[in-house]
């Protein structure tokens, strides 16, 4: 990927620190590990265990020496930041969560002498249960399985990642692993987004409009059994009230783990990008941030965007637009969410774990309108930016290569494979979508370029462009079964 916007505006227009590793050297430079002291005998989760040790040094990892420190009680803590490489079952009161301060700053990899959770046959759906379910009983981030023949990752976003290898090989444990290892899945937090609540007007006509595009949307998808819905907390087992407890305020009260969104950004309307060498500067309330694309150095007008989204925890399938959407925003560099008026008592209204990366959409979005004005300027996706926004459609699984619509250009097979929520995630999405039209323009394609499609490892797909929500479905739906889970 070309790096067409310095790491200092991605903090600028994003909020993602400028320190944020980007690939897997790098993430692997960062990354910290400590060992809990096996829990059972197995001599094939010991040669695991000392093989992934072994791999972890070869990529660079910081080893941290607090075994002795973790196998001490709930009184030694292992350092924030470090992640807990935890083998084997535990008893209920030494679960490796008693030795982090909380689930936010340890990330815990619970590794097993077994064969994974999954099996042919399952529904995709049924799998993500069956994995989230794990992860649950076990207060767990990650789990690897580990067999006579070779190893399987599962991670929180339902992806799942099988080597054939009975041994962690350098390699994948660098591709692969670090990663997962780096870039941790957690929800918006407080004060990351300015709170708006009750202020969406869910009777305005510009929101009924786009409301009936979101429920036909879901509509569509529904017949598609291989898009995964919802796990719900309260279908999962826990070991006692306190994990239940643990779950439910790491979800931030949300009433499950959700996978996918919707997404309709508003009509925005931008100036032509200009031609410059200085760096970029701020107008009043605007933003000229400096890229560098097909040989040009440009000055593109960041304006502030408007995204209506599926709140996080509901049934994307059978929404209820009075309920079920939130208006996300970004202006002056401050993210915002707004939520409706007069909710249900009890229905909690939470922001989607991908709110950063629907954020990087939308501003991408914005930047090549502006880019293509200077640069192409008989481009229809301006026009049709101004005029009707653009759908986002996120699905965990991957389109066959015959559904990518006429005037997306593809992007992000060859990124580490991070999870939803992460800053590297709305990273990709925004230098991934520069880099697309770039590829558009030096192919003589950008007149015709109508959006992108954004291929996330291990995770899913975001497809974004200027159809409709449902106009997207439809075309992806075409047959109701567009899509093939892939490892990575």
Sequence with gaps: MTRHLSPFWLNRLLGIPASTPLTPRAMASTLRVAFCPPQEESPRLDRFIAALREAFAECGVTMAETAAAVAGGRESRVEAGTALIA?????????????????????????????????????????????????????VHLLIYVTETSWTVCSMNGGITTFDTPLPEPRDVLESLIPKLTAQVVPPRDGELELRPGSLD???????????????????????????????????????????????????????????????????????????????????????APVTIAGKRLLVPVPAVRILTTRSGCRKTALDPRHDLVEIGLENGRAWLATPAGLPEGLVSKPSFDTLTIIAHAVGNA??????????????????????????????????????????????????????????????????????????????????????????????????????????????????????????
């Design 202 to 288: 869910t009777g305005a006509p510009e929101f009924l409009k786009f409301a009936a595009d979101f429920v036909e949307c879901g509509r569509i998808w529904a017949k598609n059994p291989r898009f995964m819905n919802h796990t719900s907390r309260e279908s999962l087992d826990y070991r006692n009230g306190f994990c239940r407890k643990i779950v439910s305020r790491y979800l931030d009260d949300r009433s499950g783990m959700s996978y996918g969104f919707f997404a309709r950004q508003l009509p925005v309307k931008v100036a032509p990008a200009i031609e410059a060498d200085g760096g970029g500067e701020a107008s009043g309330n605007e933003v000229f």
């Design 87 to 139: 083998p084997g079952r535990f008893a209920d009161g030494e679960l490796p969560i008693s030795r982090v301060s909380t689930l936010y700053n340890n990330l815990i990899v619970g590794v097993y002498d077994e064969a994974p959770p999954v099996h042919n046959g399952q529904t995709p759906q049924e799998t993500l249960d069956a994995v989230v379910g794990k992860l649950a009983w076990e207060m």
């Design 367 to 488: 930047m090549i309108s502006s880019i293509l004005l200077a640069l192409a300027p008989g481009s229809r996706f301006p026009a049709l930016l101004e005029r009707f926004g653009c759908g986002m459609t996120h699905w965990h699984h991957y389109p066959d290569e015959d559904m990518v619509p006429d005037g997306y250009v593809v992007h992000g097979f060859d990124n580490p494979p991070v999870s939803c929520s992460t800053p590297q995630s709305a990273a990709y999405s925004l230098l991934g979508k520069l880099d697309a039209l770039e590829r558009a323009i030096e192919d003589g394609d950008g007149l015709d370029y109508l959006g992108d499609v954004h291929i996330e490892p291990g995770h899913g797909t975001n497809v974004v462009g200027t159809r409709s929500l449902a106009k997207m479905a439809m075309f992806l739906n075409a047959d109701c079964c567009v899509c093939s889970k892939s490892e990575e």
